[in-house]
């Protein structure tokens, strides 16, 4: 059972907007620590996708988009495309537990 | 180009120890802190372990305290993960990763990915 908990999979079109939320607590999300995405390709690494809640790393498409509203996060991805179909983690930090946390992840699957 | 390689992973069985590193390139090792994150098969990522540029301070997961040691050698930019009394839970892709320099603890993202080393416990 994470911490921070992430839909198990959702899915869309090609060309529609999906959005993964990451439901965390006053200990984390709440607490005011940052969050961040990572997307991870079949067989891949994760990468870095999203931020400090909303900031793109150099590289990444504006397509992909980061929020966060007390205790939770959520990533949207617009303008879907067949390439989007991964992974996506949320991750934070939990001061109960002193330690860095992810979500359970969540899989995308471009229709 | 920056990369992380890691490796020392294998079979080991319940009990045994293994010792994983990571060598580092591309980027300045020294600077960076770094972290070890796994990955059991079919499941999600896990932080491990965290530790700063000099090696001088070092977190771990509650799942590994005391059994794991995490360390770096900056002149080879090399860092390491010894693991002992392994068990079946320890299973798992073993990732290091560099935390981006656009953060800070205990806001730290990852951005900088080895491929990830196969460490399976079994008899």
């Known amino acids: 059972q994470s911490v921070l908990t992430q839909p198990p999979s959702v899915s869309g079109a090609p060309g529609q907007r999906v959005t993964i939320s990451c439901t965390g607590s006053?200990?984390?999300?709440?607490?005011?620590?940052?969050v961040h995405w990572y997307q991870q390709l079949p067989g891949t690494a994760p990468k870095l996708l999203i931020y400090g809640n909303s900031n793109r790393p150099s590289g990444v498409p504006d397509r992909f988009s980061g929020s966060k509203s007390g205790t939770s996060a959520s990533l949207a991805i617009t303008g879907l495309q067949a390439e989007d179909e991964a992974d996506y983690y949320c991750?934070?930090?939990?001061?109960?537990?002193?330690?860095?946390?992810f979500g359970g992840g969540t899989k995308l699957t471009v229709l | 180009e920056v990369q992380l390689v890691e490796s020392g992973g294998g079979l080991v069985q319940p009990g045994g120890s293994l010792r994983l590193s990571c060598a580092a390139s591309?980027?300045?090792?020294?600077?960076?802190?770094m972290y070890w994150v796994r990955q059991a098969p079919g499941k999600g990522l896990v932080w491990v372990s965290r530790?700063?540029?000099?090696?001088?301070?070092?977190s771990y997961a509650d799942s590994v305290k005391g059994r794991f040691t995490n360390s770096r050698d900056n002149a080879k930019n090399t860092l390491y993960l010894q693991m002992n009394s392994l068990r079946a839970e320890d299973t798992a892709v073993y990732y290091c990763?560099?935390?981006?320099?656009?953060?800070?603890?205990?806001?730290?993202?990852?951005?900088?990915w080895g491929q990830g080393t196969l460490v399976t416990v079994s008899s």
């Open positions: 591309g980027f300045t090792f020294s600077t960076y802190w």
């Open positions: 990763a560099g935390v981006f320099k656009g953060t800070t603890w205990p806001n730290e993202a990852l951005d900088y």
């Open positions: 991750q934070s930090y939990d001061s109960s537990l002193s330690g860095w946390m």
């Open positions: 006053s200990s984390n999300i709440g607490a005011g620590y940052d």
């Open positions: 530790i700063n540029s000099d090696g001088s301070s070092t």
